[in-house]
């Protein structure tokens, strides 16, 4: 059974440093990953999708990284803002198009 | 954004009562996802629907019911609520042959 992990589960940081979120999984036989943020009461809004055959992918501030032999992704948020605080969600996709969902990490950046 | 809206956004029921949940989404995708989020547990999948009346389950589909009679809505059904069943509830969509899934705003249901 694939399981997600994201440690750190919350983190805090001063604006302008650089956000380096961390997301595991124990099954390396996936077809993607998605990076998801979510603020608080609201619905989850996609921010990147990696296919299993990319290394990372770019938009914006945000880069994801994806090591599928080891289980891992990256997410690097470039010159943290206040307005980025929300907490991050990891999720693979493996056979029958189903996500499984990491805990999320919380992120604060203080002005 | 994929259209999706979900009703009611609140909802306070009482214990043994059902419950029914609506995602109604206007972009004609095909499949159509229900997620419970708990603290201490994420996001997990409830069911899911692959077309108009073709639906599975999901990782914790006991107590759970779904239909989905047209593409653009997907119904949840509670038989009898239970106070493990409070929870916020999404729904998700996904084009055929896309990768990302689309969310919904959540509806929040307290079982009391």
């Known amino acids: 059974k694939q399981e997600v992990t994201q440690i750190p589960a919350a983190l805090s940081v001063p604006e302008g440093e650089n956000l380096v979120l961390n997301c595991s999984f124990t099954?390396?036989?996936?077809?993607?990953l998605q990076w998801f943020r979510q603020d608080p009461g609201k619905g989850l809004t996609s921010l990147l999708l990696?296919?299993?055959?990319?290394r990372e992918q770019t938009s914006g501030r945000l880069n994801a990284s994806l090591d599928k032999s080891s289980g891992r992704s990256t997410l690097y948020i470039a010159a943290s803002q206040p307005g980025d605080s929300a907490t991050y969600l990891c999720?693979?996709?493996?056979?029958?198009?189903?996500?499984?969902f990491g805990g999320g990490t919380r992120v604060l950046v203080k002005p | 954004d994929a259209g999706i809206t979900q009703s009611p956004r609140h909802k306070v029921t009482e214990t043994g009562t059902p419950v029914t949940l609506r995602c109604h989404q206007t972009?004609?995708?095909?499949?159509m996802y229900w997620y419970r989020q708990d603290p201490g547990h994420g996001l997990r999948l409830i069911h899911y629907?692959?077309?108009?009346?073709?639906?599975d389950k999901g990782e914790v589909s006991d107590g759970y019911s779904v239909s989905r009679s047209k593409t653009e809505d997907f119904l949840l059904t509670l038989e009898s609520a239970t106070s493990s069943q409070t929870s916020v509830y999404f729904c998700?969509?996904?084009?055929?042959?896309?990768?990302?899934?689309?969310f919904g705003p959540g509806t929040r249901l307290t079982v009391t």
């Open positions: 629907s692959y077309g108009v009346k073709d639906t």
């Open positions: 999720a693979v996709v493996a056979a029958g198009n189903k996500l499984t």
């Open positions: 990696i296919q299993s055959s990319q």
């Open positions: 972009e004609n995708h095909r499949y």
């Open positions: 998700a969509t996904k084009l055929a042959g896309g990768d990302e899934q689309y």
């Open positions: 099954d390396s036989a996936i077809y993607n």
